[in-house]
């Protein structure tokens, strides 16, 4: 079935570094992805998606792009605040089950000031 | 928009007791969705409404686990009898669908305790 692998963490940066959260995907067909966020005691937040290949979803400062030759969509900040402290979900929805959110495992960022 | 809400934010509860979780998703969405979210388990859709039909239940653990949405604006998850492994954090969703990637708004959760 469809899934999505992402980096463990936890990941520890200082302010202003590069950031970079790698998510890789099994699915068949052309499925959708995303990147959603997790703030303290709050629901997830979507980041950024993108819903065809070579799409690059941005938000925030935040990048992706969907790579269906190496079946990634990796996320990168080129500098990272105290604010982007958070849990970092990879997720996909299938093309042909679509309404089915398939979740990473989450990625724990911290960002040092 | 007040966002999706849910109730109560926490809920302590003894073993063999029954919990209900409630959920109002965003005016005018046709889909809700019940997620549930444990370290060792991640993120699990348990159940799928659309248009007030469940279409995808078989992320319901067992059948102590039973979800309704009786009209557009109110959902309710119902764990009876509850058991020490249903703690978790519990996320009700919704969005308008439309096709393919389509965005869930989450509510912020009902964290459950089972002693």
Known sequence: ?113 | DAGVIQSPRHEVTEMGQEVTLRCKPISGHNSLFWYRQTMMRGLELLIYFNNNVPIDDSGMPEDRFSAKMPNASFSTLKIQPSEPRDSAVYFCASTYSQGPGEKLFFGSGTQLSVL
């Not at chain 1, 992402?6 to 068949?28: D, K």
């Not at chain 1, 070579?54 to 925030?60: M, P, T």
């Not at chain 1, 190496?70 to 679509?98: I, M, P, R």
């Open chain 1, 1 to 113: 079935g469809d899934s999505v692998t992402q980096m463990e963490g936890p990941v520890t940066l200082s302010e202003e570094a590069f950031l970079t959260i790698n998510c890789t995907y099994t699915a068949t067909g052309y499925p959708s992805l995303f990147w959603y966020v997790q703030y303290p005691g709050e629901g997830l937040q979507l980041l950024l998606k993108a819903t065809k290949a070579d799409d690059k979803g941005s938000n925030k400062g935040f990048e992706a792009t969907y790579r269906k030759e190496t079946t990634s969509f990796h996320l990168e900040k080129g500098s990272v605040q105290v604010s982007d402290s958070a849990v970092y979900f990879c997720a996909l929805s299938g093309q042909f089950n679509d309404y089915k959110l398939s979740f990473g495992a989450g990625t724990t960022v911290t960002v040092r000031a």
